[in-house]
């Protein structure tokens, strides 16, 4: 009787584990729209995908920039205005980017980036690079966001607790 149960419950979490995916699979937005694309010898045809720049994202000195807008694409279910949302990497990964929306009070909206394992210098180029690639910014830009560079609480006795800025910005902490 007891195998059965066992047997009876592995059944189920497989189910359960089948339902959810096909749940996210058929869940998942619309496709991004194609525009046609024209090559550098003129001939137009073809299609490209093209990511709509609808978020906007403002700079420390006033300015703004358009950004695709990630915080509708792919979030996990905890991903909100309060928790922030996923921009890049996870929990499982050397690092973490949360993005929160500008509030009243702030007026800009801030990219926490978490890192969550060593060496910390190479996580903080590797969470850089994911920025610079999903934003399509120079770092002269990026300097200008709102940017926080922090350790997961206990990783380093050195670092944690401190902002450490990206590495290529005036002020940041130079990491091993």
């Known amino acids: 009787m ?6 009876c419950a592995g059944v189920l979490v497989v189910v359960a584990i089948i339902g959810a995916g096909l749940f996210l699979f058929l869940s998942q937005g619309k496709p991004i729209p ?3 694309t024209t090559s550098p010898f003129g001939f137009t045809g ?3 995908s093209v990511a709509s720049k609808t978020l906007t994202l403002s700079l420390r000195d006033g300015s703004t920039v358009q950004a695709r807008d990630f ?4 979030q996990p279910d905890w991903a909100g205005v309060a928790s922030g949302y996923l921009f ?4 499982e990964d050397a690092y973490i980017i949360l993005y929160f929306p500008p509030d009243a009070a702030a007026g800009l909206g801030e990219f926490l ?4 394992s060593e060496p910390l210098g190479e996580v903080r180029r590797r969470a850089e690079a994911a920025m610079k690639a999903k934003l399509e910014m120079t770092e002269p830009e990026l300097c200008k966001l ?3 560079v922090r350790t997961t609480p206990g990783l380093s006795d050195t670092y944690g607790g401190y902002d450490l800025g ?3 910005c005036p002020g940041a902490e130079p990491l091993p």
Do not use: C, H, R, W
């Open 2 to 7: 007891k195998y059965v149960l066992i047997a």
């Open 88 to 91: 890049a990497g996870s929990d």
């Open 166 to 168: 990206l590495s290529f």
């Open 46 to 48: 073809g299609t490209a």
């Open 146 to 148: 709102a940017v926080s």
């Open 71 to 74: 915080t509708k694409e792919n």
């Open 113 to 116: 980036v978490n890192i969550q």
């Open 34 to 36: 194609s525009e046609p």
